[in-house]
């Protein structure tokens, strides 16, 4: 589809989706949401078949490409993120990171892994100094020769030495003389053969030709063995010229220097070289040396850079990923659609098919803007599946007080739909608040989970508002269904809960603070390699290992931090050794077991590296992510409700992570990354639950329901117990397939989700609504009155 076609086709959509909200017709609200749903799934199908590539038993694919792409962590290869570190000035002041040093650096970059013979490298700025580079489908044993050429700056000059080098090197050693204005002694190690030498040159210190006119370098080789030819532009063509020139009339040497290191001093036999053309040959270059230099001569950096961290993983893992998340992904979505078919029957067929359209749009959508899908993003899928239900949950129990009430289906149903809008929008509303701040503040396989939740939020409530709207609208036109019957096993109504607040509160303060002592005491070692740095190496082996066999071959490494543990993935049976060491040393691990222990079978599959400096600075955007996260909650929340509705929001999301991060550290995980984007999903998740609580209370104040505020708090409480319930039990279900099938990778991630969906309901229902209470009666204030002020209004 054409750039032209595509916009002509949004701007479609957006008017009809004005219409549709604008309309209270509800003939016309049937026609539009079934236009709208066509046109949108037709859409997304176009862009989205096939989705993955079709790959036959021996990994080749055949078929059309897949429309989605998918990360390194899925099909194999290695991210590098790589900081931009210019060397300090003449006054020794770093110079500052510009746009343009950022732009040259990626275009040599890119310009070297294209060298590779790799398909599709993804190369994208991070933040102001960074680089990521994604390299797919790189082998393993090939990833050290790709980090040497990725930060070899290759600082190509020509430096003139001066005619009389030998006589004044002596002098000035010996103190008898001052250096030539703008000259400097500078160390000259030559290699021919086996044999090295070792002398010295007055070489300008300022360079008379750059690399930078360097326009092709080529490796060659002759009599004199491997060497490599240069190409310059006109203007250094020229600039070469009266350099070879005047050393010729002087009969003196030109220093070419690499990376401030002379590789060679050759003097001009036959007269200045004019042409635009040179040779850097001579001395024991092997071939790979001489290609590499080609290639990092040809595409220099001009700025050094440092590989920051690494993360590496075999395409046999990528498809075991796979495997296991797929099947994450079966297992939760059956569970899930036959909870829901069973429990509410006719509507619960009508939500399965609001979540298949769901489903199309979410990896429409990803297609369609070049979103990469993760392993992570495969849990934001598997999460939304959950989270999905729950507006349909919303709208199903609201039918039921409808029903019950003893209005006819179509106004039920009609009733039912508007009275959810408002609670639907506010709780996606906040969910969308964390999910788009993990996006802006996250990076590499995070921020591919922060894109399907983003997609997913936003399709859910789609589905939800309008296309099973327009199915059941479709139903009753044809009058296919005359009743709607649905179990109700969950009932709240007569429990006192706001009676007890102060035992809840005490228990969850106490839980809180053995989660907070917990946590402090096996500080920093709860903190994985993401926010402390270090290396961690995935090694698969094909013969019985044990942990004590591996800790004693390692012993002599001397590595008292060395954390070794087994892991399974069930869906294809493979088992793995994890071993997280400090920075740099996980090549000495590999080379002692491989020698030391060859009867394992040890396979390397995954590797991540992240320094010091990186791993602070993730730490401190995770924090940053998180206060932001909360500073939105807390402000929407006051424009929507009240000020007292903000602060029990804001309690209750601190109670949840501290309680689950606590739970987390008492079972002696480490805190990753990865979990960072798992902490956000449970603050979107448990604010969710609380708005909708929140909202009950909110319409029993405005409509001047009778009793005290502690009353109808208690009532609204019991009267979405239900909803709170099923919802919760439609997520555990989805996360607990992700973590019984999604392989060792999302094990931690899975686990904090199940905690935090336990702890955030727990919160919803027994802390936040006595926050609010409390708060309220502190400031003295009428909460009654001061909810049935005007809030934001929301279009329905």
Not at 367 to 393: Q, R
Not at 416 to 426: E, L, N, P, T
Not at 703 to 724: F, W
Request: a neutral charge.
């Amino acid at each position: 589809m054409n750039p032209a076609t595509t916009f002509l086709y949004g701007l479609l959509l957006l008017v009809l989706f004005g219409w549709y909200f604008f309309t209270d017709s509800e003939r016309a609200k049937r026609n539009l949401g079934t236009v709208l749903t066509l046109l949108i799934a037709s859409l997304c199908l176009t862009f989205a078949y096939p989705p993955f590539d079709q790959k036959d038993a021996d990994g080749k694919r055949f078929g059309p490409p897949g429309k989605i792409r998918l990360g390194i962590d899925l099909q194999g290869g290695t991210t590098f993120l790589i900081k931009l570190s210019p060397p300090p000035d003449s006054e020794g002041k770093t110079k500052e990171i510009t746009r343009d040093m950022v732009d040259q650096a990626m275009e040599a970059i890119r310009k070297r892994v294209d060298g590779m013979g790799v398909s599709e490298p993804v190369i994208t700025p991070q933040g102001v100094d960074r680089i990521m580079v994604q390299i797919p489908g790189i082998d393993i044993a090939k990833i050290e020769d790709a980090r040497n050429q990725l930060k070899q700056v290759a600082k190509l000059e020509f430096h003139l030495v001066h005619k009389d080098s030998r006589t004044l090197i002596p002098q000035i050693e010996a103190g008898t003389a001052a250096p030539p204005p703008g000259y400097e002694i500078v160390d000259y190690e030559m290699t021919r053969g086996d044999k090295s030498s070792k002398s010295k040159l007055l070489m300008k210190r300022k360079a008379d030709l750059g690399g930078e006119h360097v326009t092709r370098a080529g490796a060659f080789f002759d009599s004199r063995g491997w060497g490599v030819h240069l190409n310059f532009d006109s203007q250094g063509g020229n600039l070469f010229g009266d350099l070879t020139k005047q050393v010729f009339e002087e009969k003196s040497q030109m220093a070419i220097v690499l990376d401030g290191k002379i590789q060679s001093a050759p003097g001009v036999e036959k007269g200045p070289i004019y042409g635009g053309s040179a040779e850097i040959s001579g001395g024991s270059m092997a071939e790979k040396e001489a290609r590499a230099l080609a290639s990092a001569l040809q595409n220099p950096l001009q700025t050094p850079v440092v590989i920051e961290s690494e993360r590496s993983a075999s395409s046999t893992l990528g498809a075991d990923a796979i495997r296991s998340g797929v099947a994450a992904g079966v297992g939760g979505l059956v569970l899930v659609l036959l909870f829901v078919v069973i429990y509410y029957r006719v509507a619960g067929l009508v939500a399965v098919i609001g979540l298949v359209i769901n489903i199309i749009i979410l990896f429409g959508a990803m297609a369609m803007f070049g979103f990469v899908l993760t392993l992570p993003g495969i849990a934001g899928v598997i999460l939304t599946i959950g989270l999905a239900v729950d507006a349909n949950v919303l709208i199903y129990e609201r039918l039921r007080e409808e029903l019950e009430a003893g209005k006819a289906l179509p106004v039920a149903i009609c009733a039912a739909y508007d009275k959810a809008f408002s609670v639907i929008f506010d709780a996606n509303a906040t969910t969308l608040i964390t999910a788009v701040i993990l996006f802006w503040q996250a990076s590499g396989p995070i921020k591919g989970f922060a894109v399907t939740l983003i997609l997913g939020i936003i399709a859910s409530v789609f589905s939800a508002m309008v296309v099973t709207r327009m199915v059941f609208s479709w139903i009753l036109r044809f009058n296919l269904v005359k009743r709607i019957s649905m179990l109700h096993l969950i009932s709240g109504q007569g429990i006192n809960f706001m009676g007890r607040r102060k035992l809840w509160v005490g228990i969850s303060l106490a839980a809180a603070i053995i989660s907070t002592v917990s946590f402090i005491s096996r500080y920093p070692h709860n903190l994985g390699i993401d926010f402390k740095g270090g290396d961690f190496l995935l090694l698969k082996y094909s013969a019985p290992v044990e942990i004590a066999d591996v800790r004693a071959k390692l012993a002599p490494l001397n590595l008292p931090d060395l954390v070794i543990q087994k892991e399974s993935d069930p869906t294809s049976k493979t088992e793995f050794i994890s071993l997280r060491s400090p920075i740099d040393t996980a090549e000495q691990i590999e080379q002692t077991l491989f020698k030391e222990m060859p009867e394992a079978g040890f396979k390397e599959e995954a590797k991540d590296k992240v320094g010091n400096v990186v791993s602070g600075e993730l730490l401190k955007s995770s924090l940053w992510a998180l206060g932001l996260g909360m500073l939105g909650i807390f402000a929407y929340v006051t424009i929507r409700f009240e000020m007292s509705f903000a602060v029990g929001a804001v309690v209750a999301l601190l109670h949840d992570i501290i309680i689950t991060v606590g739970v987390f550290s008492i079972f002696g995980r480490e805190l990753s990354l990865i979990m960072v984007g798992a902490i956000l999903t449970i603050a979107g998740y448990s604010i969710n639950d609380t708005i909708v609580v929140y909202d009950r209370i909110r319409e029993g104040l405005k409509d001047g329901r009778k009793g005290s505020v502690q009353s109808i708090m208690n009532a609204s409480i019991n009267e979405t117990l239900s909803r709170t319930l099923l919802v919760s039990g439609c997520t555990l279900l989805s996360v607990a397939a992700l973590y019984f099938f999604g392989g060792p990778v999302l094990h931690d991630f899975a686990f904090s989700i199940l905690i935090g969906v336990v702890v955030g309901t727990y919160s919803s229902i027994f802390i936040a609504s006595p926050i609010v209470l409390w708060w309220s009666g502190q400031k003295g204030g009428d909460l009654r009155a001061e909810v049935k002020k005007p809030s934001a209004p929301v279009v329905a």
